[in-house]
């Protein structure tokens, strides 16, 4: 099985702050990485897939990079609708996620 | 618009049996692999089970292999999960999700979810 491993678990940030989410995978999965934004009560919304994709639709603060087994998420100028929680997942083998990165209000 | 609609979540004892329903709508369904993801309420997500556009292959997560099956109606727009051998660990938010066209496992739309709750 893949691990999929995001740091931090939680990140305390301020409106207009860099953010950047990191996401280590136990073996290499090339590019096949997808990151969604979960809120509350909510189902997972896809952001972004093959590591660097933007999904349509989603706001270009958004971006994603890497390969391999390292990984990242930043959102450029982090807006009120961005506090939520993020999820890594890998789709080299099966689909794997990461176990979460809250971002919260500092 | 694209919509996915879960149905059939509830409570069930240990041991027994329960089946999930997707309805969807606003989209080619035969076209797409289509798949069930759980989440533990405040917990992580987790894939359980795929399957093709045409129905002629699936797939599982080892701690659902030989429990569940998933399948579709491909005539109604519907996707099913059956439950067989709930265990507690079992209880979860039930998503119904979206994949490619091409087989890749990553999800692009959601439905919102139905509760099972395992318990004596």
């Known amino acids: 099985d893949i691990q999929m491993t995001q740091s931090p678990s939680t990140l305390s940030a301020s409106v207009g702050d860099r953010v950047t989410i990191t996401c280590r995978a136990s073996?290499?999965?090339?590019?096949?990485l997808a990151w969604y934004q979960q809120k509350p009560g909510k189902a997972p919304n896809l952001l972004i897939y093959k590591a660097s994709s933007l999904e349509s639709g989603v706001p270009s603060r958004f971006s994603g990079s890497g390969s391999g087994t390292e990984f990242s998420l930043t959102i450029s100028s982090l807006q009120p609708d961005d506090f939520a929680t993020y999820y890594c997942q890998q789709y080299h083998l099966d689909g794997t996620f990461g176990q979460g990165t809250k971002v919260d209000i500092k | 618009e694209e919509q996915l609609v879960e149905s059939g979540g509830g409570l069930v004892q240990p041991g027994g049996s329960l089946g999930l329903s997707c309805v969807v709508s606003?989209?080619?369904?035969?076209?797409?692999?289509m798949h069930w993801v759980r989440q533990v309420p405040g917990k992580g997500l987790v894939w359980i089970s795929r399957?093709?556009?045409?129905?002629?292959?699936?797939f599982y997560a080892d701690s659902v292999k030989g429990r569940f099956t998933i399948s579709r109606d491909n005539i109604n727009n519907r996707l099913y999960l059956q439950m067989n051998s709930l265990r507690a660990e079992d209880t979860a938010l039930y998503y119904c999700?979206?994949?490619?066209?091409?087989?890749?496992?990553?999800?692009?739309?959601w439905g919102r979810g139905t509760l099972v709750t395992v318990s004596s």
């Open positions: 073996q290499n999965i090339n590019s096949w």
């Open positions: 399957i093709k556009g045409d129905g002629t292959a699936t």
């Open positions: 999700a979206r994949g490619t066209t091409s087989g890749a496992t990553y999800f692009d739309r």
């Open positions: 606003g989209f080619n369904f035969n076209s797409y692999w």
